[in-house]
Each structure stands twice: as C-alpha cells, then as structure tokens.
C-alpha cells in the first residue's frame, strides 16, 4: 500500500474486536460441542443461525451504503466461515465427525440403495409381464382378424393386395393406438402426460439419470442427510439462511457496478490486499479464484435449497387454504348450539383433564404471604444457622460426612442427563442379562469407539476419515480467523481493534458464555467417566408444609427397604436428572 494512501476508518459495529472474539469462540465452541455431545446440536446450530442472520442482514445494509470492498471482503470471510466450519443445514457434517456416527450413516445408505434398487427390478419385472400379457391379448385378435381378412380377399383381391392388407394389420398390432385429440385444458394436461410416460417408456435419454442416481426424489436423499434430533422446520431455516449467503457471495465477486469486489480504490491507494496462504493483491488471479468457489458453492447450495423452498411453498398454501375454510365455517350461519351441548363438552372435557385449582402456591415460596416476619424469628433463625455451622465444622471424620468429592458425584449425575441403556452383547435374547445402565459420558466418542464386529480395514478407514474431517475442520477454523487479522493488519484498519462499543460487547459476551457452557460440557464429561458408577441415580422431592425439598438420593431399581418415601410426606415424586 502506498505511503500516500488514508488510513481505511473500520466499522467497529461490524467487525470490531469484540464481535471478532466472540465468532471465534462460538466456531470453537460449537465445533466442540457438535464433536462431544452431538444430541445438543438442534441448540448449537440454533444459535450459529441466529448469530449468522444477524451478521447477514448487516453486511447486506452495509453493502448498499457503499462500504468499501475491503471491508465487505472481510464481512463475507466471517459469512463464509459458519457454513464452513461449523453450520449445516442438515447436521451432514455431524455424521463424519465420529467413527461410529459415519458407520451408522453408511449402513443407511446402503439400506436404502439396496432398498431402491429392489423396488426398481420389482417394477421391471412387473412391467415386462405387463407387456407379455399385452402382447398375448392382441395376439389373439390379430390372427382371427387375419383369418378373416384372408377368407375375405382370397376371391376378389390380388397377391400383392393380400400382403398390403396383412402389413397394415401387423403395423395396427404393433404400434400402440392413437392418442384421442382433447378439446380442454385438463384434457391436453392428460395427454402431455401419456405422451412423456409412452416418450420415457421407450428407453430414451430421460430414463438414464433415474438409473444413475440412487434416488428419484431429491427429498429422499435430503431425508437420508438429515442428522437425527434435527427439525425439519431448522433445516428449512438454515437453508434459506445459506441460499441467502450464497446469494450475496455471487453478488459480490460478479458485481460490474463498481459496488463489489471490483470497487476503485481510494485516491492514491493500490489494490487491497487479503490473505490466500500469503499476501495477495484482491486482483486478477484471485478474483477469478473467488468467482469459481462462488460458482462451485451455487451449484452445492441451489438444488437442496430449491426443493426445500418448493415443499414450504406447497405447505404454505395448504395452510392458507384451510385457515380460509376455517374463516368461512367461522362466519357461515350455522344453527345456535343449546345450554346442553356446551355443558356436554366441557363436562367431557373437565373429566379428562383434572385442574388443580386448590394448590397452595403460597407453599412454595420464602417469604410469608402475611409479610410477619418478628425479631424473635429473626434471632432464632441466625442462631440456629450458627449452630449447624459450627455442627458442620466439626463433623470430620464422621462415617456419615459429606465430602466435596460426594458433592461432586452428585452434581456430575444430575448434570449428566438421562442414563443410557445398553444391551449386554449375545445372540441369544433368552441367554441375555438385564441392559447395562452406563453414562452418557461414556456413550461419547471421546474413545471412537465403533462396532466389534465390523472388519479391521473398514475400521481403520473410517477412523482415519473422521481424523482427517476434524483436523480439517480446526485448519479451516484457523485459517478463516488468519484471514481476517491478517487483512486488517495488512489493509491498515484503524478503530476495529478495541471493545469500546455496546454493538461489540453483546457479541463478546454471548461468544464468551458459549465457551463457558462448552467448558462445563467438558468438564462433566470427564467427571462422568471418572465416577462412572453415579449414573442410574434418581432425585426424590418431596412436598412437605414448608414446600417442596429433596427427599432423598436413591439408585433406580433399588430394593424397596431402602426406597420407601416419607409417610409423613403430602407426596411425593421422582425426577430423574435432566440434560444438561
């Protein structure tokens, strides 16, 4: 850049430090997060696609006020790192992270290819003993037509009269009958039918990709990508989400308006710089790099995102259909019902949803509803806590202690979600235990773990994949952050490197309580493995006058001695640890 050159003032409400920070912490987090526990990966990709339609709707703001193209290059370096490292559409990424989610995904695939191809032999068989059966119906009246053309013309007609006849029968016989011609509109639809399926029946050129790829719908093959626990109604989301990214990236490296990559420059300012393994002049060879990435990620993202678009558009106008039915039996007459057939279905209403209108919420709350709160109370209070502490101090050594490593196994087993059961291996069902009851820590694919059975080769391969995805994953990561420090340092960027704005703080925050929560994953996970035998515990609470406490910590399926609830209880009930 030439000496002459002004200094570029950044938008520090687009990419200031804090915003930066705080997308680099969610890419890690996430990719951790999705890597560890991929049951929180409807979470995960909830908030990256939150995130990235914030940054989005920005970059498109700020592009048409005309800012400069340094600075939309960096904007669309963060746009294009979500989808890259860490956001999908449909969790295919979550499926090749881990061994044994890539087995499960193979064996899928093959399931429904071979499913498929049955189904096609089925139909050809079918069709070919359709057309054997055709053929055998018309045979009979070709020949008894030809019998009866013969007796007919043996007396009055030549030889080579009888021959013409006999062709033009054959020809009738052989050639299927004519289309009727159709008057109306529904009728031309049902011969532009007859006409493509008698045109793909014939073994044409149309019939070749339905035999090539494994799928004729292209939602079957979406259905097969979508990652289990993932919602359709997100990955519709998160679709538009990319369409509109791969949009604007078209946009900006084709722009001729002088508004996108190919902006002047500033007055006595050379081409800008960006980082490509090295440093690079964002001209020539790397505009022409960036218009065929552009073009290559159109072609991954238009077709998923036009079948998806299409479905939405066919459900939005069912429900606007049915919302306009439900107006019109709205403000249609109708007959006024009478006192007994409202009363009728609030009675078979009450009857099946008992409300507890006589809680006492009171109960569960701290404070008095009288608000009488007395001195005496007060002092009693302070030192009946006095004394528990002192009791609590002195209790070491004590068979009946609670040690902060208890506490410990305690919060890991209420932290750790539901336990998870695993069949004890056999063939035999009759010859099997009862399921192993083991953590979802040790469910993880912390060890890559996959089937036993599955062949060493196979094995290797798939654990050699999934080690080479992740690296790859965490070398995009890093390489995405370098490039853009690296064109800020190297444009000269000033005011973009210091969290000194509300719009840079809520970012670094959130960025930053993502990789607390990714922590505390983490550590749990570890503590889970640590204390493995916590796992098939339940908390009891118990409802009592003062409100509801913690009755006792019991193991699931213990003997009924030692899990007898409280008599003395108003009730009682049972809730196992919830996901954390």
Not at 122 to 140: D, G, I, P, V
Not at 389 to 399: R, T
Not at 442 to 463: F, N
Request: aromatic share 8%; with cysteine; net charge positive.
């Amino acid at each position: 850049m030439s000496a002459a050159c002004e200094l570029l003032e950044g938008n520090d409400d687009l990419y200031g430090l804090g915003i930066r920070i705080g997308i680099y912490l969610q890419w890690g987090s996430a990719w951790l997060s999705l890597l560890l526990d991929p049951e929180s990966a409807q979470g995960v990709l909830d908030a990256c696609s939150v995130t990235l339609f914030a940054v989005t709707i920005a970059t498109i703001i700020a592009a048409t006020r005309n800012a400069p193209a340094i600075e939309m290059y960096i904007m669309l370096q963060i746009l294009l790192g979500f989808p890259i490292t860490v956001f999908s559409s449909f969790g295919l990424r979550l499926w090749l992270m881990s061994p044994r989610r890539l087995q499960k995904f193979v064996i899928q695939g093959k399931e429904v290819w071979q499913h498929k191809q049955e189904q096609r032999r089925k139909a050809t068989q079918r069709k070919k003993l359709q057309s054997m059966e055709e053929q055998r119906r018309r045979a009979n009246p070709l020949l008894d037509g030809l019998q009866q053309r013969s007796d007919q013309t043996s007396r009055h007609s030549k030889w080579w009269h009888k021959l013409r006849l006999v062709w033009r029968d054959y020809e009738r016989w052989t050639q299927p009958p004519p289309l009727p011609t159709y008057v109306n509109l529904s009728n031309r639809v049902q011969r532009n039918r007859a006409l493509f399926q008698q045109y793909r029946g014939t073994g044409s050129v149309l019939r070749g990709p339905s035999y090539v790829l494994p799928f004729d719908d292209p939602l079957t093959a979406l259905s097969l990508l979508r990652f289990p626990g993932l919602s359709w109604s997100g990955v519709l989301w998160r679709t538009t989400i990319v369409a509109i990214i791969m949009g604007y990236n078209l946009a900006y490296w084709y722009s001729t308006d002088g508004h996108g990559v190919q902006e002047p420059p500033s007055l006595g300012c050379g081409p800008p710089t960006a980082f490509m393994f090295s440093k690079c002049l964002l001209d020539g060879s790397i505009i022409t790099l960036g218009r065929a990435t552009a073009v290559i990620i159109a072609v991954m993202v238009v077709p998923p995102s036009y079948a998806l678009i299409l479905v939405a558009i066919r459900i939005l106008v069912y429900a606007i259909l049915f919302l306009c039915r439900d107006i019109y039996f709205w403000v249609s007459p109708r007959e006024p019902q009478s006192f007994k057939d409202i009363a009728d279905k609030m009675n078979g209403v009450l009857s099946r949803h008992i409300l507890a209108v006589g809680l006492k919420i009171e109960s569960y709350s701290s404070i008095n509803p009288d608000f009488i709160v007395t001195s005496l109370d007060t002092a009693v209070s302070i030192e009946r806590s006095i004394v528990d502490l002192l009791e609590f101090m002195s209790a070491h050594g004590d068979e009946d202690s609670v040690r902060l490593t208890d506490v410990i196994k305690l919060g890991v087993s209420l932290g750790m979600g539901k336990p998870v059961k695993r069949q004890q291996a056999g063939n035999d069902v009759s010859k099997m235990g009862k399921p192993q009851i083991i953590s979802r820590a040790q469910t993880m694919p912390i060890g890559w773990s996959i089937d036993r059975s599955t062949p060493w080769g196979m094995a290797t391969m798939l654990k050699t994949f999934c080690v080479v995805w992740n690296l790859l994953q965490l070398g995009s990561i890093v390489w995405f952050i370098t490039s853009i420090e690296t064109t800020i340092r190297w444009n000269n960027i000033q005011g973009v490197n210091t969290i000194d704005s509300t719009g840079q703080l809520i970012p670094f925050v959130m960025g930053c309580v993502s990789a607390s929560q990714v922590m505390k994953k983490v550590t749990l996970l570890a503590l889970g493995r640590k204390y493995p035998d916590w796992v098939d515990t339940e908390l009891e609470i118990q409802d009592s006058v003062d409100g509801p406490r913690i009755g006792a910590i019991r193991r699931a399926g213990a003997d009924t001695v030692n899990s007898t609830p409280n008599p003395a209880a108003k009730g009682h009930a049972k809730f196992r640890r919830n996901s954390c």
